[in-house]
C-alpha cells in the first residue's frame, strides 16, 4: 500500500503548501471504469500504463493532463441607493479544456510524425469527440470540441520531445424551434 500527501498535490497544482499535514493512503484495489464508462487506465505503445487515458477522436494521448474551466454567464444589475447589485444567472458558459502532453520517440530524431498526427486533427474545422473520465462529467451525453489553438513551446536541446498543449471549447448541439 502506498501513500502520498495531500500537500505535495497542492505544491505542484496551486504552488502553495498548507499548513496542516494530511495523508491518504492508496487502497490495493482500483476501480479500472468510471461511472460514466471511461477506463482510468490504458496502456501506451510501449507497454507503459498511464492513469486517465485521453482520447480525442481516435488517437489516444499517453501520459496526457486535462483540466477544465467551467464559468457562468452572470448579468449583475447594480442597486441605486443601495449597496450591492442583484445577480442573474443566465446560463452556463461552454466549457475551456486544455490538454497537455509531450509526444516522444525511442529514435534520437525529432517526433514529426507525431507532430504532423496532432495537427491533422487541429486542422479538422468542425466539432470533434473527446473522452476522458474526468471530461465526460461536464460533456454530458455531447462529447464534442472544437480546438481553438495547439501551443507547441520550444525545447532547446532536446530532441526526442515536444511538448504540446490543446487548448478547446465544448460544442454543444443546439435545436432551434421553428
Same mark, same amino acid.
Request: aromatic letters at 10%; zero cysteines; charged letters at 20%.
Given at each position: 500500500m502506498s501513500e502520498f500527501l495531500i500537500r505535495d498535490i497542492f505544491q505542484r497544482s496551486f504552488g502553495y503548501q498548507p499548513e496542516a499535514e494530511f495523508r491518504i493512503e492508496q487502497a490495493t484495489a482500483r476501480r479500472e471504469i468510471s461511472a460514466l464508462g471511461q477506463p482510468y487506465f490504458d496502456?501506451?505503445?510501449l507497454g507503459r500504463e498511464h492513469f486517465m487515458p485521453i482520447r480525442l477522436e481516435n488517437w489516444v494521448i499517453p501520459f496526457g493532463v486535462v483540466s477544465v474551466t467551467a464559468r457562468k454567464n452572470i448579468v449583475s444589475t447594480p442597486m441605486v441607493e443601495r449597496n450591492g447589485s442583484v445577480h442573474e444567472i443566465i446560463s452556463i458558459n461552454d466549457y475551456s479544456i486544455n490538454i497537455k502532453g509531450i509526444l516522444l520517440i525511442n529514435e534520437n530524431d525529432y517526433p514529426e510524425d507525431e507532430v504532423r498526427k496532432l495537427y491533422e486533427i487541429f486542422k479538422i474545422n468542425a466539432a470533434i469527440t473527446l473522452r476522458s473520465a474526468k471530461t465526460?462529467? =461536464?460533456l454530458v451525453g455531447e462529447d464534442k470540441v472544437v480546438i481553438t489553438e495547439i +501551443?507547441? +513551446?520550444?525545447?532547446?536541446?532536446? %530532441? %526526442?520531445? %515536444? +511538448? =504540446?498543449?490543446i487548448n478547446c471549447l465544448s460544442d454543444t448541439i443546439f435545436k432551434l424551434e421553428q
Open positions: 496502456v501506451d505503445d465526460d462529467i =461536464f +501551443p507547441l +513551446p520550444v525545447t532547446p536541446g532536446i %530532441q %526526442q520531445a %515536444q +511538448p =504540446f498543449e
